[in-house]
């Protein structure tokens, strides 16, 4: 799944066809407990699912996994350059890193050239909105312009999430200035079947404003 409103890979095929992915070599950057790759695998690819919690790794071993977890910084990827056919990324890393670009250029040259980097962040317009699945969260609330992160904090004052907002057009220039070429921005509409409500993702705000932007992206 790319987000919540529920376009799968099966679907999209952003990545390529599933029946071209049998033997690629398959990055999951902000893999969590490494679902996509566990879906990557089962299609026949030799994906490596990372992350830089060692929690989310040790669930993904509860779940089961024939493939590598590897717990490392995004920023300052542990592999040789040219090791990956494709890399992916559904809502991992790249919202919680305060220089997007050093990911990108990171990921670009860990890519064989013809490479695809596919990842998918919360749509910024979401940013100007209160985190609201009712009607509530219809009227604007925050500029869409201000840049400041999300900062969540424990009782000492440590910060224990933050999240970073980036514009659309800061998304885009972040792309080119890594290197990669942006050859397509998808922004799933709400389908009919999904009823569900998911903190600020609800049927009444996805069949209005978009929740996900996918930026797919290629290493020329």
Sequence with gaps: MWGPEGLDEVEAELLGPPDELKGRDVLEIGAGAAQCARWLAAQG???VA???S???LQHALRIGKTFPLVCADAGALPFADGSFDLACSAYGALPFVADPVRVLTEVRRVLRPGGRFVFSVTHPIRWAFPDEPGPEGLSVSASYFDRTPYVEQNEEGRAVYVEHHRTLGDRVRDVVASGFRLVDLV???WPAW????????SPLRGNLIPGTAIFVCVRD
């Design 45 to 47: 690819a030799r994906p």
């Design 194 to 201: 999904n009823t569900s409500e998911w903190g600020g993702w």
């Design 50 to 52: 990372l992350d830089i």
């Design 187 to 189: 922004e799933p509409e």
């Design 54 to 56: 060692h929690r989310q």
